[in-house]
């Protein structure tokens, strides 16, 4: 017999996607319980704090458009909207959709493992209040791409006196580094955004680097009334415009090569995208990201750009990238060249010589101590499986999935993965997730769930599971389109970089949006091929 702790679904995390996934369940009828590790929801939003904080996909696009009269609602203030903001967001869309009853907050799933006897998965939740048992048919991960943060085991770390931050795991009552020296580490996304902003606050402000990314201004800026009320008189030509492109975003792209062009054409393409800036730079020519020689060319136009900025030649040097732009993921920032300018900022090089050790008042490059009163970890995540692997999940014969993804994670879709069944993921690693504009993802992918489980209610089916073959057919779909792309050529979190002794596999599918909904609705339509239900 069922109790109150057994529930058709449950639902692991409650950022943007746990949130769809929890309003289209309710509205299907399943009973849904959604536990959050978080006192809080958001997911990303709800973390990442940091000063600077925003999306880098424009907001119109970075949003719901699930419900017209929400896009239609809502004023987003500016073009790339703040964390705050986005924040905000996902709350006026919690309490809109009264989603909050059925959200457990603080909760953190520690365990989730398929009962064969019964076809259900128990559960295992610790919270403040201590530990919690629950069983579901259904288990969702909606635990994010980006949502374990990587701290790296620094020696000597536990003798240091001053505060220690990470920008993934962000103080809600803020931090005050006026009159601080303060040491970042990192030069990723999320430093570029804070490092202009720490930079102000700051007495000093020390960057630690070990790798230069690629930066293009992002030009934030107000919204223009009058170019809002266009987008949301045909808010669904927009969004379907967005779903055609290979990134599920709607912007402005060439279809030829870089090297199709004169210099002087090529020369004036790139300063009009950059004008336009933020990561549409990518769309110049459409060859950036598949020829070296094409790609070369952008790099070079960058690194021209940062030596305009920075004044002094040897922090230039340092921060122009002499690797494939955007093969690490292009950064958008706000101000970030110029803030090496200023005399309270000092970047040291850890490419060679890496951080040795902290100390009680700093850390140790090459010998050399660096003092600051505050860490800043801008050190990125445990990519993509992070959150999986951080919970015991275990599926038939008790096969743990850390076991199963041990060389790197096989899914089918990214939505399934054998030997786990009637277990699905939101953006799983094998799905296009952080390479489209991601809450367009989710909602595919929510949608495309709650179809299936609707297909076996009325079918009388109960379990659900991947076929190894077709599994392992789509994981070299995956692979293989990794390897036509200049973005499986270097380290980054893609590859599980950021995690030293990680497997180097490209997580996420490169093939395009347009081309992965294509095979999900395929794959529905042929009654759920490569699918065993039973
Ligand atoms: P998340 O928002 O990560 O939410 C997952 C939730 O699951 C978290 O709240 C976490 O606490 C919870 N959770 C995880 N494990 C457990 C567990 N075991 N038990 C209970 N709860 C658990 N994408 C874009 O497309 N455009 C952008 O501009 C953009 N900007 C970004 C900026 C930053 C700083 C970061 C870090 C990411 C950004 N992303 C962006 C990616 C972003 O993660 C997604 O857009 C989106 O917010 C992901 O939503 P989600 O619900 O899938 O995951
Ligand atoms: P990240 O891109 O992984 O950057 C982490 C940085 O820390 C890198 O510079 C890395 O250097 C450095 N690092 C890691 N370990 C180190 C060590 N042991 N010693 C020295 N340096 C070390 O992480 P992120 O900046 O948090 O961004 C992650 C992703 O989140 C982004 O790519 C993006 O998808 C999303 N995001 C988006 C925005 C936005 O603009 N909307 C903002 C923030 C984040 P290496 O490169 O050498 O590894």
Redesign the pocket.
């Known amino acids: 017999m069922k109790s109150e702790q057994d529930f058709d679904a449950v639902v692991?995390?409650?950022?943007?996607?746990?949130l769809y996934m929890l309003h289209r369940l309710r509205s299907e009828g399943y009973k849904v319980r959604v536990?959050?590790?978080?006192d809080g929801i958001g997911?990303?939003?709800?973390?990442?704090r940091y000063p600077g904080?925003r999306?880098?996909?424009e907001s119109m696009q970075?949003s719901y458009q699930f419900s017209e009269e929400l896009q239609q609602d809502w004023e987003w203030q500016e073009k790339y909207a703040t964390q705050p903001e986005i924040l905000r967001y996902a709350e006026h869309v919690a309490d809109r959709f009264d989603l909050r009853r059925d959200i457990q907050l603080g909760?953190?799933?520690t365990a989730a493992v398929f009962d064969e006897s019964t076809a259900r998965w128990n559960i295992d939740i610790e919270s403040g209040g201590g530990s919690q048992q629950v069983t579901a048919k259904f288990c969702l991960m909606?635990?994010?791409?980006?949502?374990t943060t990587n701290k790296p085991d620094f020696a000597g770390l536990e003798e240091y006196r001053g505060a220690v931050y990470h920008t993934?795991e962000w103080p809600h009552e803020g931090v005050d580094f006026a009159g601080k020296r303060v040491g970042i580490i990192g030069t990723g996304?999320?430093a570029m955004q804070s490092i202009p902003v720490i930079a102000e606050q700051a007495a000093h402000l020390t960057v630690f680097q070990r790798t230069p990314n690629f930066g293009v201004p992002a030009w934030n800026a107000p919204h223009d009334p009058a170019a809002v009320r266009a987008v949301k008189a045909d808010y669904a030509g927009l969004r379907a415009r967005a779903k055609a492109r290979p990134t599920g975003v709607d912007f402005p792209f060439n279809e030829f090569s870089a090297l199709s062009v004169s210099d002087a054409k090529r020369r004036e393409i790139y300063e009009e995208f950059w004008n336009r800036g933020g990561l549409t730079f990518l769309g110049a020519f459409d060859d950036l990201l598949l020829d070296e020689a094409a790609n070369e060319t952008a790099a070079a136009f960058v690194r021209e750009k940062i030596r305009e900025k920075v004044t002094d030649a040897e922090v230039a040097e340092l921060l122009a990238p002499k690797t494939i732009i955007g093969c690490k993921r292009l950064c958008v920032d706000s101000g970030y060249y110029e803030t090496y300018n200023r005399p309270n900022v000092t970047l040291v090089d850890v490419s060679e010589t890496p951080i040795e050790a902290f100390t009680a008042t700093g850390l140790t490059v090459a010998g050399k101590l660096y003092e600051f009163d505050a860490a800043v970890f801008a050190t990125g995540f445990d990519a993509m499986i992070g959150?999986f692997t951080?919970?015991d999940i275990r599926g038939r014969g008790g096969l743990p999935l850390r076991e199963k993804w041990e060389a790197g994670p096989r899914t089918y879709l990214g939505l399934f993965t054998a030997g786990f069944p009637n277990l699905f993921m939101?953006?799983g690693p094998g799905s296009p997730s952080?390479l489209a504009?991601?809450?367009q993802a989710?909602e595919q992918q929510v949608d495309w769930i709650i179809d299936c489980m609707d297909y076996m209610g009325k079918e009388g089916l109960t379990v659900i599971e991947a076929e190894v073959a077709d599994e392992d057919a789509w994981v070299q779909t995956v692979n293989d389109a990794a390897a036509g792309s200049l973005r499986s050529t270097c380290s980054s979190w893609y590859l599980g970089g950021s995690i030293p002794g990680r497997p180097r596999v490209f997580m996420p599918y490169i093939g395009g949006f347009p081309v992965y909904v294509e095979k999900c609705d395929n794959v529905a339509a042929a009654a759920y091929e490569g699918l065993r239900l039973t």
């Open positions: 692991v995390g409650a950022g943007f996607a746990g536990f959050e590790a978080g997911g990303t939003w709800y973390w990442n904080a999306c880098d996909i970075y909760s953190r799933v909606a635990v994010g791409c980006l949502s993934g996304s999320s959150s951080r919970i939101i953006t952080v504009s991601m809450i989710i």
